[in-house]
């Protein structure tokens, strides 16, 4: 699998364990169901309150589940992340993150976005600029694929058997038209007869029935090995191939569904978008770097300075915590409660105050402690 939320809370998991951290992945299960994820511990919503107890929860959940985890751990600092591409479509994803201590934000266009949500909505501005956080440093290993291609699945995209037909059909082209062979990076590759979405027909079962399996193959290798293997990436408009970007691979993204449908428009004017008729690997497109600049961050050297907002901002809050904490120890005391009492509440403070413990969730997260 490779998937945006577990990339960039892996980087993000990394250098909380180079400060001594330890960590859990969490899986939130809204259908109540076991089976879903292996090695993690997987909770349903009602389990939230009674599991999360900790200092600093990270998640990339929104809406009403976010309240519910916010309204549940009162002492807890709650971070939040979107790991994706964000345009007009899901804008409201972001507001409904504006409730969390921290946002942490993609690039400069989606701080310029949140600024002018967090000014409508007369809210302070929480967000932070770390970058396309799932990205990771690029090995490259090209070798005898500078003629071939990677064309990297979504799930979803495109919807209909017949899209997917025409998108398998554009992709041979390409190959003709450059004497090369496509790879494909399948979203999934558990049941080759259905798509992610488990709706429509799979890639490879298309291939096979169009006699196209001379020329386009599959490959299911970890996505970061297959960006630094490959110098030609294809895409319609997954997050990955940011990634590519920032690796500096020719990178190509297909328009034939058209420039507003599937959310290419995110890379509108990044010089990138072309139709699969039209491409020449030998003729490499080129990247606007005003384009590169505005939606495009590298995170390559946020982490540090994201570990310490994070790190700070506890700081403040345990200061908070420990004030109102004894704001409520002398008021109760006027109204007689008992030592039993006031012991287990400075007990419960200390305890909070010492402890290094640490969730980071999204559908997929994980749970650090120390």
Not at 204 to 212: G, H, S
Not at 309 to 315: A, P, Q
């Amino acid at each position: 699998m490779y998937d945006s939320h577990y990339k960039v809370l892996e980087n993000i998991e990394d250098v909380f364990l180079k400060k001594g951290w330890q960590t859990q992945y969490i899986y939130l299960n809204k259908d109540n169901k076991k089976d879903l994820v292996t090695n993690h511990k997987i909770l349903n919503v009602k389990e939230i309150q009674s599991f999360f107890q900790d200092n600093i929860i990270i998640t990339a959940i929104g809406g009403r589940y976010l309240n519910y985890i916010k309204s549940s751990n009162p002492y807890a600092t709650i971070v939040s992340l979107y790991p994706g591409i964000i345009v007009h479509q899901n804008i409201e994803d972001l507001i409904t993150k504006s409730t969390s201590d921290i946002l942490l934000l993609n690039s400069k266009k989606d701080m310029s976005i949140y600024n002018k949500i967090a000014s409508s909505l007369g809210i302070k501005n929480n967000a932070i600029v770390y970058g396309v956080g799932w990205y990771k440093i690029v090995e490259n290993t090209e070798k005898n694929n500078k003629k071939d291609f990677l064309f990297i699945e979504q799930s979803d995209i495109p919807y209909t058997d017949d899209e997917r037909k025409k998108l398998v059909e554009k992709l041979y082209l390409i190959t003709i038209n450059n004497d090369c062979h496509c790879y494909i990076k399948l979203r999934i590759t558990s049941n080759i007869n259905t798509s992610p979405n488990k709706q429509s027909t799979s890639l490879d079962k298309i291939v096979k029935e169009l006699n196209y399996d001379d020329k386009i193959k599959f490959v299911n290798k970890d996505l970061n090995l297959l960006i630094g293997t490959f110098q030609n990436i294809v895409g319609i408009s997954t997050s990955a191939l940011l990634e590519a970007i920032i690796a500096k691979k020719n990178v190509f993204v297909l328009n034939d569904f058209g420039d507003n449908k599937y959310f290419v428009d995110f890379f509108e004017d990044s010089g990138l978008v072309i139709g699969s008729s039209d491409v020449i690997f030998n003729k490499s497109l080129v990247l606007n770097k005003n384009w590169y600049n505005l939606n495009i961050t590298n995170p390559t050297n946020s982490l540090e300075m994201i570990y310490d907002s994070i790190e700070n901002y506890k700081k403040e809050n345990d200061s908070k915590i420990m004030k109102d904490s004894l704001k409520y120890f002398f008021i109760r005391i006027l109204f007689k409660l008992s030592l039993t009492e006031l012991l287990t509440i400075g007990i419960k403070n200390l305890y909070r105050k010492s402890q290094k413990s640490f969730n980071i969730m999204s559908l997929q997260g994980f749970r650090i402690q120390k």
